[in-house]
């Protein structure tokens, strides 16, 4: 939690993980027995900044700010709103008092302008029918809740400002106002009373009351409103958030609040919901080198523009460095070489947050850079993607990851959805567009801080995380026309800050230098734990369908026609991920330093699976926004991936599932795990036929298929929702096959176990159950299952443990490569002839070359290989 050195803030930080645990237990936590201190808002000594404070979050975040001291709404558009975070209607009978005085943002009078302000109470989300699950966080967005205001007609009314009546206030010359609410209990309901006074004279403008108002309704968020009505939903590629037209009635305009307090015994405090100004951290660790990226919200001018980082050794902080704050993404990038990774270190992040009269606070945010689990057997990487955030922050969701307590985390895309947070999309103008992304972006920070701050994980940025349906990168391209004729639809410095919050944690990327547009890379290898990994981007150089395959009818990337040859797609000089990340892929397959097992990790997985798709259940013959196209370039980089015995894990798909892949026949690649959505909005299903996908008669859903594209694959494990799912919020996530996803790498055995639980489950309890045909068990050369034809000889080794046997054919290109287990081995080929053995221990870079080793059908030969 981000805190200061002394103060409250600092009980915030202890309590907030206690505070969830009892959220997860089903009980409100004991601070909420207690009536809460008054709040009151102090933005009198703020800088100006977008930021409103760690206590208030500002729906939209870009049409708000603290300027001259005050709190600012800047677009004239309905529904803007700013919920405190740190209290809570209880629950409870108790009352309720809240003031705040506002005006014009123009210092105009009230009356004779347009528009409408007041409070917005009793606000519940997604959660609300879910008392047990129900979180301040929760009801930020997609929320409804009670009205109080005034409107620039002279109305003060409760409930639909539509039927406010004109007239009820004769607000004279006032310029600011003081709105004051409380709330009363009377019997089994609730008196509520609205008072207008002219902030200058103290002189009661008007007056309204509501009784019998239903305790029920009593219950969540409190929000400052300005212009009551609901937002339209979609986001304007033009340069302003739709919404921001005039409805009938007071009309639109702009305001500002001050001196916002709440009190009463029906308040209960959230001090542990406070977020900032130090939001979240990431951070990787890779052949000695960490990258930790701190997330901070939009500052001010005149705050302070860097970040420093302490470490504890010995006991002691030491501060190790201080970066810029980048202006754009709002990311502070450490980057620490010669790192000692034999051991646990806490780290501590800093910021001095400067106020108006020249004083300054310090703020921490805390975390651990683990220890290189290198010497665990196990290593457990958890498979994340796919995030509506309908059950926002899906807290139990995170309670039980954080149970299983898994090594790494790879946040494998679509982090969150255009959707996410409520207000649509606003793509322009771009700093308004940034912004716009990094309210989407905390949600997920949100959601999983308490464990990014303590475990190294990956952010692979996706098509909804850059605002689009679907994306083919075409190596960076700007998109020309269609969606589905390539290229980014956002300009490049607005991905480049998603890339930036993203990815600048991971390690350096293979390619430095940017692709077209400026955009910059963040493919790449990372060595953890034991494990080799290759951070693949399969949307970035991806090309498009549109005006390369066969006509598809309305939409470029969907096939119908259910007589679609799938080899009329396969056209020559498409790409999948790129001449250069294929590069990379040869030689990360090469390089086993501080590894014995090797995954790749990216979006989606490189087949063509999912038939049915989207609530209207539409079959599709084939999908272009699926990794089995263009299917050379998709075989191309699963021949140079399996060379190294590679598993894959990915996500993307809202249908979980692990395949065997094919080239040329059944499994002569490796597996593939889909991971399950954590919440999902677009379902899919895998309804196989016998046409499309070679399904045999009475064969269920697993087993040997054709996919859409004419690979070869072999279903292990599927998971398979009702046609119709729930409408009731939870039931409905559970219903569309939301859930968490695990792999395990057992480097003694050389095995990997896929699990897979259902949303809402405890899966972080000790045997849970897991979705049906669910674990499933591989082993590291089932990912090069392929068929051989030969043997070289078996080889003694000596001079060095888990050595590195890399097979090299005649044309000097790598057949595969392997640490073994053993100091015996038997390399088996796909071919008789010559082959060059290399041997090596990559730690030391000691090696031991054979050449002109034959390969025979039947070879009883032995080779004593002494490396050093």
């Known amino acids: 939690m981000t805190e200061p050195t002394t103060t409250r803030r600092q009980f915030i930080a202890d309590t907030a993980t206690v505070a969830a645990s009892s959220l997860l237990a089903g009980t409100r936590s004991s601070l909420a027995q207690a009536a809460a201190p008054e709040f009151q808002t102090h933005t009198a000594n703020d800088l100006d900044r977008i930021w409103l404070g760690a206590e208030l979050w500002a729906n939209p975040m870009q049409d708000w700010r603290i300027k001259s001291g005050r709190i600012e709404c800047v677009n004239a558009a309905l529904g803007r709103n700013v919920h405190v975070l740190t209290r809570e209607l209880a629950d409870r009978e108790g009352d309720l008092k809240m003031s705040v005085r506002l005006g014009r943002v123009d210092g105009s009078a009230f009356v004779g302008g347009k528009g409408s302000a007041g409070f917005r109470i009793g606000i519940l989300g997604t959660l609300g029918a879910h008392p047990e699950l129900r979180d301040v966080r929760n009801n930020l967005a997609f929320s409804g809740g009670f009205d109080a205001g005034i409107t620039a007609t002279g109305a003060i009314f409760f409930g639909d400002v539509k039927k406010a009546e004109a007239g009820k206030i004769d607000f004279k ?245 255009e959707n996410c947070g409520g207000f649509g999309t606003q793509r322009k103008p771009l700093d308004a567009a940034i912004i716009d992304y990094l309210r989407k972006w905390y949600f997920h920070g949100w959601t999983w801080r308490h464990l990014t701050k303590d475990r190294p994980s990956l952010s692979l940025p996706d098509d909804h995380d850059v605002y689009q349906g679907n994306i083919w990168g075409e190596g960076g391209a700007a998109q020309s026309t269609t969606q589905e004729a390539g290229g980014y639809e956002m300009p490049a410095d607005w991905v480049n800050v998603v890339h930036r919050t993203q990815a600048s944690h991971h390690p350096d990327p293979y390619d430095r230098e940017p692709c077209k547009q400026g955009i910059i890379n963040y493919y790449g290898p990372m060595t953890y734990g034991g494990v080799s990994f290759a951070i693949l981007a399969d949307r970035q150089f991806k090309s498009a369908p549109e005006g390369r395959v066969p006509p598809t009818g309305d939409r470029g990337d969907h096939v119908v026609d259910l007589n679609f040859d799938p080899k009329t797609a396969d056209i020559a000089g498409l790409d999948l991920l790129g001449a250069k990340q294929v590069q990379f892929i040869k030689e990360w397959a090469r390089d086993w330093k501080g590894a014995v097992m090797k995954a790749v990790i990216s979006q989606t997985p490189f087949t063509g699976m999912a038939t049915t798709h989207g609530g209207e259940r539409e079959v599709l013959r084939a999908d272009y926004d699926q990794n089995g196209w263009p299917q050379s370039a998709r075989n191309a980089a699963l021949r140079e991936i399996r060379k190294c015995f590679a598993i894959h894990i990915a996500g993307d798909q809202h249908l979980p599932a692990v395949v065997h892949y094919g080239i040329d026949e059944h499994r002569d690649a490796g597996v593939a795990f889909a991971g399950p959505a954590v919440n999902v909005g677009y379902p899919r ?184």
């Not at 068929?787 to 790598?814: C, F, H, S």
Request: proline letters at 6%; a neutral charge.
């Open 173 to 417: 010359d006032a310029r600011e106002i003081d709105l004051d609410l409380t709330a009363q209990p009377q019997g089994r309901n609730y008196t509520l009373t609205l008072r207008a006074k002219d902030a200058k004279t103290g002189a009661l403008l008007g007056e309204a009351k509501r009784e019998g108002f239903p305790a029920v309704q009593l219950n969540g968020n409190l929000a400052l409103v300005a212009n009551f009505g609901a937002p339209q939903a979609g986001g304007g590629k033009k340069g302003k958030a739709k919404g921001a037209a005039e409805p009938a009635g007071p009309g639109v305009g702009t305001f500002w609040f001050s001196d916002w307090r709440i009190a009463g015994s029906k308040v209960v405090a959230r001090d542990e919901m406070a977020y900032g100004p130090i939001l979240f951290s990431q951070y990787t660790l890779s052949g000695g080198v960490v990258k930790l990226t701190a997330q901070m919200p939009p500052m001010g001018d005149k705050d302070s523009q860097t970040l420093k980082l302490e470490l504890q050794r010995g006991g002691d902080w030491k501060e190790v460095a201080e970066e810029k704050i980048h202006p754009q993404a709002r990311t502070a990038t450490f980057r620490l070489e010669q790192w000692d990774a034999a051991q646990d270190v806490p780290y501590r992040l800093v910021y001095a947050l400067r106020f108006a009269d020249g004083t300054e606070q310090p703020w921490k945010w805390s975390g651990l850079i683990r220890r290189d689990p290198v010497d665990q057997p196990q290593f457990s990487v958890a498979d994340i993607s796919c995030n509506i955030h309908t059950a926002f922050p899906n807290t139990r969701y995170v309670e039980n990851v954080a149970q299983l307590n898994p090594d790494m985390l790879a946040f494998v895309g679509d982090q969150f959805y």
């Open 685 to 868: 299903w895998w309804e196989p036929t016998e046409k499309v996908n070679g399904r045999k008669p009475g064969q269920g859903i697993t087993g040997d298929f054709t996919d859409h594209f004419g690979h070869p694959m072999t279903v292990l494990a599927v998971k398979n929702g009702p046609a119709r799912p729930s409408n009731e919020v939870i039931q409905n996530l559970i219903e569309k096959t939301s859930g968490f996803g695990l792999v395990r790498f057992d480097k003694t055995k050389r095995t990997i176990t896929i699990e897979c639980w259902p949303f809402a489950s405890d899966f972080g309890k000790p045997g849970a159950p897991q979705f049906e045909t669910w674990p499933v068990v591989t082993t590291q050369i089932d990912q090069y299952a392929r068929k051989t034809a030969a043997q070289l000889p078996k080889l003694e080794i000596t001079g060095v443990k888990n050595a590195l046997v890399e097979v090299i054919d005649e044309k000097g290109e790598l057949v595969h490569a392997l640490r073994v287990e053993s100091r015996e081995w038997q390399p088996l080929v796909f071919a008789e002839g010559k082959y060059s053995v290399r041997v090596s221990d990559p730690e030391s870079g000691k090696s031991e070359t054979l050449k002109d080793v034959m390969a025979t059908t039947q070879n009883t030969q032995t080779l004593t290989v002494t490396v050093g």
